[in-house]
């Protein structure tokens, strides 16, 4: 890595791969943006801006040459990731870090056939949706990853203002999307049984849980609520009644959710103005809720007792 502020290649320019973009030059770095579609120049001097500091190739190659970081964005196929990374690896600099923003794809299942040299470096660093708001970026690394890769990209990560948490083990969806999945399993149901409309489910999950883990964990959350007995207290006492609660199937006939997606479309509209209107809202709410826990002057390890 150079002295002066690192280079990221960013490589496909879709909803991540621009965020990312945006994330790295707020904080001074270099970027350098490469994505096959033949209005990239104007979609990223529109999206991430103009300068110095900001170059579009349509030549992937030329894209890594000079990188610190790689953040791959392309496409959910495995394929497509195994091809990006062949050639990404044959021209990136022999240190550079090799980052797929992959969601479910492993990096184990991308090196395959890829060289040791660079299967090393290469790993998944998931981010949450946007990259530039989201602190969150899951560092997963593959069975054939280097603790010093996973080193470098926690550093870098960290570097761009992030929260990276190092995943012990490659498994589908890792961790933030499994959490989700359960919940949406759940919240789909109970939409399906007519216990909520889709607007309340919304209401409650925002007041309640929501609100909750903005601040404090799931298992903060436990040991707050056991009181002073702590989560001991509450396995014994209100957890062993909730602990027995079936999980509910949501119905997944092409009918059932086909109904869902039109009462979701009725509550919040659909269509290019409407998600731009509900993208300002959630960008500037985060923000938001970022600054009011910034000014709490608070480290998310302070509830923590160091071991
Ligand atoms: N959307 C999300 O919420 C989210 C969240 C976290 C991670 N991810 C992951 O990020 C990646 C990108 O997702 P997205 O939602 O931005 O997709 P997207 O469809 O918005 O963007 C993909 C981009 O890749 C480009 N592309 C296609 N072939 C390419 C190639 N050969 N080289 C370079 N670019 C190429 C496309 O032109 C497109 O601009 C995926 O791996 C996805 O799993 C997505």
Redesign the pocket.
């Known amino acids: 890595m150079t002295a002066e502020q690192p280079t990221v290649a960013v490589?496909?320019?879709?909803?991540?791969?621009?965020?990312w973009a945006r994330l790295a030059r707020e904080h001074g770095w270099t970027v350098v943006v490469?994505?096959?579609?033949p209005d990239?120049a104007e979609?990223v001097s529109s999206s991430v801006g103009e300068g110095a500091d900001v170059r579009v190739t349509p030549d992937?190659s030329d894209a890594v040459r000079a990188a610190d970081l790689v953040q791959?964005?392309?496409?959910?196929r495995l394929t497509?990731?195994q091809?990006?990374f062949t050639e990404i690896g044959a021209a990136a600099p022999a240190q550079a870090i090799l980052a797929?923003?992959?969601?479910?794809?492993t990096a184990s299942e991308i090196a395959d056939g890829l060289t040791d040299g660079v299967a090393e470096r290469l790993l998944v660093g998931?981010?949450?949706?946007?990259?530039e708001l989201m602190p969150l970026v899951e560092v997963v690394p593959g069975r054939r990853t280097s603790p010093a890769t996973t080193d470098a990209a926690v550093a870098l990560y960290r570097q761009l203002g992030r929260e990276p948490v190092v995943v012990g083990k490659e498994i589908p969806g890792f961790v933030a999307?499994r959490l989700q999945g359960a919940i949406s399993r759940e919240a789909r149901f109970l939409v399906q049984s007519q216990v909520v409309s889709p607007a309340d489910l919304d209401t409650i999950l925002r007041n309640s849980l929501g609100l909750r883990w903005a601040t404090i964990g799931l298992f903060e959350g436990n040991v707050l609520g056991g009181g002073p007995g702590g989560i001991r207290h509450l396995f014994a006492g209100v957890g062993a009644q909730t602990g027995g609660i079936e999980p509910g199937v949501p119905a997944t006939d092409a009918e059932a959710v086909e109904r869902l997606i039109t009462q979701v479309e009725a509550t919040y509209g659909t269509g290019p103005d409407v998600y731009e209107a509900l993208r300002v809202r959630r960008d500037r709410r985060t923000r938001a809720v970022l600054d009011a826990l910034a000014a709490d002057d608070d480290d998310v390890s302070d509830g923590r007792r160091e071991s």
Do not use: C, M, Y
């Open positions: 490589v496909g320019a879709g909803v991540i791969g621009l965020s490469t994505d096959p579609r990239v979609l992937l791959e964005n392309g496409p959910e497509v990731k091809q990006l797929t923003s992959s969601s479910s794809i998931h981010p949450f949706n946007p990259p999307n």
